[in-house]
């Protein structure tokens, strides 16, 4: 079973460090998962020209090397829900 969450609040970054530059935009957001609990996190696979909405699903993708969770944007639906 995959694990998702859902976006409580975002930002979307168009200026980082050099060790992010080849990402930019990309998007961080403030998760919230079935639990209530919320935690901050790197959100794959975003397209600088693609709706992001409070509310949408996201799914686990893996842990970087520091442990920390990256999620991806729910395929095939534009404003997925848990």
Same mark, same amino acid.
């Given at each position: 079973?995959? %694990? %998702?969450? %859902? @976006?409580?609040?975002?930002?979307? @970054?168009?200026?980082?460090?050099? /060790?992010?530059? /080849?990402?930019?935009? &990309?998007?961080? $957001?403030?998760?919230?998962? /079935? !639990?209530? /609990? %919320?935690?901050?996190?790197? @959100?794959?696979?975003?397209?600088?020209?693609?709706?992001?909405?409070?509310?949408?699903?996201?799914?686990?993708?893996?842990?970087?090397?520091?442990? !920390? $969770?990256? &999620?991806? #944007?729910?395929?095939?639906?534009?404003?997925? !829900? #848990?």
């Amino acid at each position: 079973m995959e %694990k %998702k969450a %859902k @976006i409580y609040t975002y930002s979307v @970054i168009y200026s980082s460090t050099e /060790n992010f530059s /080849n990402k930019t935009p &990309y998007l961080i $957001a403030l998760l919230k998962d /079935n !639990r209530g /609990n %919320k935690k901050l996190s790197f @959100i794959e696979g975003y397209d600088e020209h693609q709706d992001i909405e409070i509310g949408q699903t996201v799914i686990y993708l893996k842990d970087d090397d520091k442990g !920390r $969770a990256i &999620y991806k #944007l729910q395929d095939g639906t534009a404003f997925g !829900r #848990l």
